[in-house]
């Protein structure tokens, strides 16, 4: 006899944010994002302490992806940040140390939260509006005519985690192939809706960075290398390939069904009479002229022996990641059935060879015209490795977010600086119309507003690992880093020499100020102009979709948990 | 999540790399001291060589711990060499960085500097690079061979002291035999090249004299040590000399094929193998218990590649087999591949012997269970029997005649399984005279398909005709002077084909525990050379490379500027930069001069650590009143060495012995010792996830920790 447990009753917590233990979790986890912000940002080593392997970065996909959060309320922040990332793969950071910072900011404010939220919502769309009107003076267009700009993205992509140990030459080398790729994936005859093909990443581990290169078509790995002269593949009249693309398993074992039994005389063989259907599935397609068969999964050793004897090369296992684009770069409908083959399956291929990287061996499927690429990647250790291909696909990604809307923001923290101060000019000048719309006082307007600034200004102080003072401009609002043990000087343009995205020097006189603004030293904030010079030579520049996303993310994740007023917990 | 931050004062990361790394100190330079590794718990001991085999040993469970076992295996994965020297500059490194953390150096400026100057090192380094073809004309020019094997034998006096494992290899060394290789390209199995075999007039060197003294005295033990290769067939095609290749009849005989083409005694040329040989004594740092192994490869490759027009050494065409109970001095290159059998197996082998084999292939498991990976056995299938047979015997009896009717039909003798083979089967192969070796490796497959032109199958339900591959021949393996290995239960065989591009490394020893040491060694010096030849260049030995690194870092300590600005954005001004400049590049430094101080003592060139290093300061001293610094390095790399001191014993002992180096293998192993330690500094937390964190919570170490 089983005994049975009354049910626990369910517990509630009021004020979740008031509790000490809430506010410490915040401050640790704000804490470890902050210091993995930037390219001086420290890593972390991720690990499960009994010997696996270990992982180290500073990306926000790893480190949220393998954090255990046991607050509720630091899950909700975490999920919109990875919900972030999944969609733009850029500004993860960013996003998730926003959010800290507005409810830090936000939750020490006298204000009541609905007020709060309310008017951060203005403010969250007077940013919006400023980002996106042409005056803006933290962004710059994409000219995709040239590389230039092009190059600074990726750049500042590759350059902003230091865990894949790159040098100057490794991420010039990088940020080249890395384009090439991206190229190789826009396709060359745009009809009416073009689509954007496909980078494969290709893992070769243990070489040096400056061995990767990029290629058209697909490459998959052969585990045996063909001694035979096998590349006399079978062509069509028209001189190309065809090919067959299986999605289903051809190993012999078909016949085993989800549930229940099968009875079988004894004598009869399942296995052999699978094979049989598997060999007339090799007749057809040695009859329909097939050259190469590619089986996503296992095939069967006779199949492929018999493919073989008749001039048709097999390749198997090459995995469900790669079917996609080999389907759409030979045209050809995966067959996901052994029991029909319909010739309108079948893609073509132009070419096919060998290329061998480090140990590995791969074939590689040269067709006539694609939009598919394969990236072979090397990095001299497995944990740089892994950070690189993180760091390659956040800058595939972005530079296809930004073909859709040719647009950058400045990096280095000057887009964070610059909008502060847009917005402290802004609210300083609102008609007291607004206040009544929003059914607040200016005192409480100006207190929400500073908290806002104050958030984002610490997402750029974040950049500062070392101790540096962290400068601002009056003119262009602009970030500025000095060096920590500087010596006082008259003149804070003998101590700054570029600003944060490096496109303004020292010669002019910007009238500098501390980055940390205290309330009581009043300032009048002008509206941040926009710099006369436009492009220097090496900008950090951010995805302008990624930001502008994280931005309204982090806001809106924030004013979330600020007007969470209950947590219930279920105990059983 | 437990959360832990590393960098509470001082650097846990960087001070658990450098006490890692502080064991492997002994490893470096040439004259290596082994060492014991015991575990305490069950008294169980390991004797350890190098430094891949100390940290494959350690248990290094801490996250560092497994970041510098990663970092040790790509390196060996990739170059079999360097791992020392990338272990030790980890630990000094790490010593170094610590160093300028305490005078409050920022971490960016450490990263961007010593990368940066590593980068700038490795680039100054490359005039120093030696062409191939330069350093084989430069050793074989100079009278290398007389002399070399006196200052060798001087060495074994002193090495026999300190180490008396390497009595063994020294003391074979003192009459050197060597092995090239006259057989010609024949590929396709045609018999009468095999016994073209030329015998060089035995003029003109002294070591000859040993040679035909061991044919004459059999009973010449190893210590005597001159029969490296010395078969009883050579033996006959000494005392018939050239009379011999005269003669030009085919007399096919598996004995004589043993060594075919090979012949023993020293050369009458030697530039012979266009310096290969010359080459593989350079980079094998005094290892020479391998460098004849490693003579005779190169040489019989050089011949194939005449052929192919390839130059270099395929690694993939040479397999290793250990032999134990018989005397080092036994080593030798078989062509074909050998292996250990069964007694059984044995006697299937004498009846084989002599006979052209068919043989088959197979690249999966010879059992009734094994299937094609991917393949997923049925677990709903019920088989019904509705007639039972009393006579019937077990299923497994029916595979087993089935297979064996196989293979009988179509007249297979040998059979080569990739994995492993059912023992019923195996015996029953053994009754019908059938010899089945498993647990073959790929290579070796991949070697007898291209000879024989057999085709791997995975079940024998596969096979036919076409698959099956001819002129394969077998024979039990016997040594050098003809006696025979009936050593223990396992008996070496020796499995070959017409043309076979595989070769054997047989190594012999008679001390179990030295076995892995002689196959890691002989791996090592096989892929120097094979880089060697791949890079087509080679970087002078003997700490030449690191003494120049030293100077050329003395040299942008004075440049004015930083030397790059790869990783920080944030851009210091220079006065502070300055600074911080100097005192980083004194660090990297530091890893180098620290090297070759430990590698100075090692090789009792300098008493103590402080002596070795002012040695070294007196040759930058040198090196830059010069002007040239790379020219006075190469220079006195001509005259013999570097870093010779005034107190080295034997002063003029290593003249013309001339050291050489990978280019690549070293310039790597410092790029990932310095990542390694870069990656390690710039970690500010451990965070630990899993089921592990739940522990901690609970264990008396959670204060330490942050839980999320």
């Known amino acids: ?572 | 999540m437990a959360f832990r931050d590393v960098n509470a004062r001082r650097h846990i990361g960087l001070q658990q790399l450098s006490s890692l790394a502080s064991t492997g100190r002994t490893f470096l330079g040439p004259m290596k001291s082994h060492k014991f590794i015991v575990d305490e718990s069950t008294n169980q001991s390991r004797l350890i060589f190098s430094a891949v085999r100390l940290i494959e040993s350690l248990d290094l469970t801490s996250a560092v711990g497994q970041l510098l076992h990663e970092t040790i295996q790509a390196q060996n994965k990739e170059f079999k060499t360097g791992m020392s020297t990338l272990l030790f500059l980890v630990g000094a490194w790490s010593n170094a960085v610590v160093e300028c953390l305490q005078q409050n150096v920022p971490v960016p400026a450490i990263v961007s500097v010593m990368s940066e100057g590593l980068n700038s090192c490795c680039e100054r380094v490359q005039c120093l690079q030696i062409p191939i073809h330069d350093v084989k004309k430069e050793l074989c020019s100079s009278r290398v061979r007389p002399k070399a094997f006196e200052s060798r034998t001087g060495q074994v006096g002193r090495d026999s002291l300190t180490h008396p494992w390497n009595l063994l290899c020294f003391q074979r060394d003192i009459s050197a035999t060597e092995v090239i290789p006259i057989n010609s390209c024949s590929h396709q199995g045609d018999d009468c090249n095999f016994n073209k075999c030329l015998v060089s007039p035995l003029a003109g060197f002294g070591s000859a004299a040993s040679v035909v003294k061991a044919v004459s005295d059999k009973s010449s033990s190893a210590l005597s040590g001159s029969g490296v290769t010395a078969s009883s067939c050579i033996t006959r095609k000494l005392t018939h000399s050239r009379h011999f290749s005269a003669l030009g009849k085919s007399h096919f005989s598996s004995q004589q094929d043993n060594f075919q083409g090979y012949l023993s005694g020293p050369r009458a040329d030697p530039c012979g193998c266009r310096g290969l040989g010359h080459l593989a004594m350079a980079l094998s740092h005094g290892n020479q218990s391998s460098v004849k192994l490693l003579q005779s490869i190169a040489a019989y490759q050089q011949e194939r590649a005449e052929c192919s027009g390839s130059s270099q050494i395929n690694i993939a065409e040479i397999v290793t087999c250990c032999v134990l109970g018989l005397p080092e001095s036994y080593s030798c290159v078989s062509p074909g591949f050998v292996t250990l059998v069964s007694p059984e197996q044995a006697t299937v082998i004498k009846h084989l012997a002599d006979k052209p084999l068919r043989i088959l292939l197979m690249d999966g498991d010879l059992t009734e269970q094994y299937r094609h990976l991917g393949f997923n056995r049925p677990r709903n299938v019920r088989t019904v029997l509705e007639h039972p047979n009393p006579q019937g015997g077990r299923a497994g009896d029916l595979w087993l005649s089935r297979m064996s009717d196989i293979l009988m039909s179509f007249e297979v003798n040998l059979v080569l399984v990739k994995g492993s083979v059912c023992k019923n089967f195996m015996e029953r192969c053994i009754a019908s005279r059938i010899l089945v070796i498993g647990c073959v490796s790929r290579d070796v497959l991949c070697a007898f398909g291209a000879a024989t032109g057999a085709q791997a199958v995975t079940y024998l339900s596969q096979l036919n005709a076409s698959r099956i591959g001819n002129g394969a021949w077998v024979e039990l393996w016997a040594a050098s002077d003809g006696r025979a290995v009936d050593l223990g239960e396992l008996v070496p065989a020796r499995i070959s084909a017409g043309g076979i591009a595989l070769l054997t490394a047989v190594l012999t020893t008679a001390l179990p525990s030295k076995a892995q040491l002689l196959e890691d060694q002989f791996w090592t010096l096989l892929y120097r050379l094979h880089h060697a030849l791949k890079d087509g260049r080679v970087f002078p030995g003997g700490g030449a490379v690191e003494l120049l690194c030293l100077s050329h870092i003395q040299a942008l300590e004075g440049q004015p500027g930083r030397p790059g600005n790869d990783r920080v954005v944030t851009e210091f001004p220079s006065p502070w930069l300055a600074e911080y400049k100097s005192v980083v590049l004194q660090a990297l430094a530091s890893g180098w001069k620290r090297y070759l101080a430990v590698v100075l003592c090692n090789t009792a060139k300098a008493s103590s650590e402080l002596e070795a290093g002012a040695l070294v300061d007196h040759h930058l001293q040198k090196a830059a009143a010069c002007g040239s610094s790379s020219a006075y390095i190469l220079e006195e790399f001509r005259r013999g060495g570097v870093l010779r001191g005034g107190c080295d014993p034997f002063p003029d002992q290593f003249t013309d012995l001339k050291v050489c180096d990978n280019v690549a293998a070293k310039t790597e192993a410092w790029r990932r010792a310095l990542d390694l330690v870069l990656l390690v500094l710039q970690t500010d937390a451990e965070i630990i996830t899993g089921p592990r964190r739940n522990q901690i919570l609970n264990s008396s170490v959670s204060n330490k920790f942050m839980f999320l």
């Open chain 1, 1 to 572: 006899m089983s005994r049975l447990e009354a049910k626990k009753p369910p517990l509630f917590i009021s004020e979740p944010l008031t509790g000490d233990a809430v506010s410490q979790s915040l401050s640790l986890l704000s804490g470890i994002l902050k210091s993995s912000y930037g390219p001086a940002g420290r890593l972390k080593q991720l690990h499960n302490g009994v010997g696996g392997c270990v992982c180290t970065t500073s990306q926000s996909s790893a480190l949220l992806g393998h954090l255990s959060v046991s607050q509720p309320v630091l899950r909700v922040l975490t999920a919109s940040v990875r919900n972030h990332v999944s969609r733009f793969s850029d500004c993860g950071l960013f996003t998730a140390i926003l959010c800290c910072g507005f409810i830090e900011n936000f939750r020490s404010l006298n204000v009541a939260p609905f007020t709060v939220i309310k008017i951060s919502k203005h403010l969250l769309s007077l940013c919006m509006d400023h980002l996106k009107s042409e005056a803006c003076g933290c962004r710059v267009s994409v000219d995709f005519s040239s590389v230039e700009t092009l190059v600074c993205l990726v750049r500042s992509i590759l350059t902003s985690k230091p865990a894949c140990m790159l040098n100057k030459t490794e991420v010039d080398h990088l940020t080249s192939l890395v384009l090439k790729a991206f190229i190789f994936t826009v396709p060359c005859h745009v009809e009416t809706n073009a689509v954007l093909g496909k980078c494969v990443i290709i893992p070769v581990k243990g070489r040096r960075v400056v061995d990767s290169t990029v290629l058209p078509g697909l490459l998959i790995e052969t585990p045996e290398i063909q001694l035979e002269n096998s590349l006399a593949v079978k062509r069509t009249g028209s001189n190309m390939i065809k090919i067959a693309l299986f999605s289903v398993s051809m190993s012999g074992d078909g016949f085993n069904p989800e549930e229940g039994t099968i009875a079988v005389q004894h004598g009869v063989s399942l296995e052999v009479s699978e094979l049989n259907q598997l060999l007339n599935v090799g007749k057809q397609l040695v009859k329909d002229e097939v050259g190469l068969v590619v089986c996503q999964k296992v095939m069967h050793p006779s199949l492929k022996q018999y493919l073989k004897e008749n001039g048709v090369m097999a390749v198997d296992r090459a995995g469900l990641s790669l079917m996609e684009p080999l389907g759409r770069m030979t045209g050809s409908q995966p067959i996901a059935s052994i029991h029909s083959l319909s010739p309108g399956c079948y893609g073509s291929l132009k070419d096919l060879c060998f290329e061998g990287f480090a140990s590995k061996h791969f074939l590689h499927l040269i067709p006539e015209d694609t939009v598919i690429c394969s990236l072979v990647l090397c990095n001299r250790s497995e944990t740089a490795w892994d950070e690189l291909k993180r760091v390659c696909e956040t800058a595939e990604h972005v530079l296809q977010l930004t073909v859709k809307e040719p647009l950058a923001l400045l990096g280095g923290g000057c887009t964070e600086t610059h909008l502060a101060s847009y917005i402290r000019h802004k609210s300083s000048s609102l008609p007291a119309s607004t206040f009544k719309d929003l059914d607040c006082s200016q005192t409480q307007y100006q207190l929400v507003a500073d908290g806002f600034c104050r958030s984002l200004e610490s997402v750029a102080r974040s950049l500062s690992h070392d101790g540096e003072e962290i400068l601002t401009d009056m003119v262009y609002g602009h970030c500025w880093f000095v060096p920590s043990g500087s010596p006082c000087v008259s003149k804070w343009s003998d101590l700054v020499s570029k600003c944060g995205c490096g496109m303004n020097g020292n010669t002019e006189d910007l009238s500098w100020r501390f980055l940390q603004y205290q309330s009581g030293s009043p300032f009048i904030q002008a509206c941040p102009k926009e710099p006369s010079v436009k492009v220097a030579d090496l900008l950090t520049l951010d995805c302008f979709a990624a930001k502008c996303s994280g931005l309204q993310v982090a806001l809106e994740t924030a004013n979330l948990i600020l007007d969470l007023s209950y947590i219930i917990e279920d105990q059983n």
